[in-house]
């Protein structure tokens, strides 16, 4: 909700320009002496090592701080935690249960602070997204996404990134597991600028139709592992992302997940390890995405174009 269509189209732009010349390490000064504190109340693979790797890439350093840890383990608010980070770092990378927690960061901290996924939403992850889907399909606009299972953190996000980049998104969830008002009503907001349409409704069958890309994500999330049998019995099988379903979209629709993905559960072997299948792809635009992200929270613009054309 920080960033608007032009400022995410830049992003992409240069994620697009750094994955091309990652091996050729031109830009491993970009964010030299920078250094990037993270928080991590929850596990983490990807946006653990994604974040670690782009800071080294670029000549910064990244200290990962789990929970146990810090201070805030032991009863430090999160603001003084923020107001002291501030005084050693230049951004700060929080995963967080609680959304409010990464909110009340960010307004304490003098520094940049980037949402790693609170129960809320998970918005470096749907940069990666839009550049794995921008590479598969060389557009944005006017594609159409399906989302099928929970109306989780990630959907949330979907919802808000869709209507941004004008993708239509149709979402099937069922009715107790639907998106978050808040970003419903945004996204909703947003659209109307953008054309994109917006579409919630608890028919996988009807949200996929037409879809050039068909996503789901694990039906229980970090923090929901006690409504773990509830949830299965609500989302599995009507839910499952399979061969069936996926066929039921476009001829030529993508794949995406996340991950860690539940295999057997809102997605089958065929899909996620078959031909439609951009999930190591999208893992790894984590990386190209975040370091584009950290690039534009971090340097001015001038800063970054000098980079670019000396390469
Ligand atoms: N997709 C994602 O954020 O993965 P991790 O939980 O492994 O960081
Ligand atoms: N919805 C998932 C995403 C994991 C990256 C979760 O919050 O656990």
Known sequence: MELNSEEIDKILDLATVLKKEAKQRIFRKLLMDKVLAMIFQKPSTRTRVSFEVAMLQLGGHAVNLSISELQLGRGETIEDTGRTLSRYVDAIMARVYNHEDVVKLAKASSVPVINGLSEHYHPAQILADLQTLLEAKGKLKGLKVAWVGDGNNVCN??????????????????????PLKEAVDNAQKIAKDTGAIIEIIDDPVMAVKDADCVMTDSVVSMGFEQERDKRLKVFIPKYQVNGKLINRAKSDAVFMHCLPAKRGEEVTDDVIDGPKSLVWDEAENRLHSQKALLCYLLLDENEIFRNLSHS
Request: aromatic content about 10%; hydrophobic content about 50%.
């Open 157 to 178: 996000t979907w919802l808000i990134g869709a209507a941004l980049m004008g993708i239509d998104i149709s979402i099937a969830t069922p009715e107790e597991y639907r």
